[in-house]
């Protein structure tokens, strides 16, 4: 089965410090990863995917994130926090349905807090 | 830029009562998810249309029954509501045109049901 796991429940760090929240894979063929933001009694919000290509990607509001087939990783970063990244972040893997179409199997989550 | 559209976004029924949630995806998305979120869980994938055909199905319980309609705006009934029903429901809409299946899935702000 396709899934993801984020090994973190919280994630802590001091504002203008890096940040990394964590994520590894268990799929079978190409992953298709995504990063999603979720913040208080919000929807959520995507950051960025991985689908094929370079494996650095690129997203919104300063995040990366690096996939590592050799680790199964793909570890969200940012280099610099904000005390407004403090928020709940998924990590999610793409899943086929029959009709050729995905689902989203999502992580447990990260609640990471950045301290001012 | 559009959104998806939930509504309502609070919702307050009884136990044994009936809810009926509903989602507007982005114009022009043609697939739409549902997924629920229970208190400091990561979602679950519920049900999912394309084209007004039902896609695939996920943990949904029988109680709850689902639509698209021709205007691609869709609808989440759920009968005899139970406690353990209260959660956050999200909708998502992506489009298989523009994206094919690797795009990715745009998420309203959520329906917070309490079933008391």
């Known amino acids: 089965a396709q899934s993801v796991a984020q090994p973190e429940d919280q994630v802590n760090v001091a504002e203008g410090n890096p940040l990394t929240v964590k994520c590894t894979y268990s799929?079978?063929?190409?992953?298709?990863l995504f990063w999603y933001v979720q913040y208080p009694n919000r929807g959520l919000q995507f950051l960025l995917k991985y689908i094929t290509g370079d494996n650095l990607v690129k997203g919104s509001y300063g995040f990366e994130a690096e996939f590592n087939k050799s680790q199964t990783s793909f570890h969200l970063k940012k280099p610099s926090a904000l005390v407004s990244d403090s928020a709940l972040y998924f990590c999610a893997v793409r899943v086929a349905t029959p009709l050729n179409d995905y689902k989203l199997s999502f992580g447990a989550g990260t609640t990471v807090t950045v301290r001012a | 830029a559009a959104g998806v559209i939930q509504s309502p976004r609070h919702l307050i029924k009884e136990k044994r009562e009936t809810a009926t949630l509903k989602c507007y995806p982005i114009?022009?998305?043609?697939?739409v998810y549902w997924y629920q979120q229970g208190p400091g869980q990561d979602p679950q994938f519920l049900i999912s249309?394309?084209?007004?055909?039902?896609?695939d199905k996920g943990s949904i319980p029988d109680r709850f029954s689902a639509q698209q309609f021709s205007d691609y705006h869709s609808e989440l009934n759920m009968s005899s509501l139970e406690l353990g029903d209260s959660a956050l429901y999200f909708c998502a809409s992506s489009s298989r045109l523009s994206g094919g299946a690797y795009n990715e899935q745009f998420f309203g702000p959520g329906t917070r049901l309490t079933v008391l």
């Open positions: 114009p022009r998305h043609d697939t």
């Open positions: 799929v079978s063929g190409n992953p298709y």
């Open positions: 249309f394309y084209e007004k055909m039902q896609s």
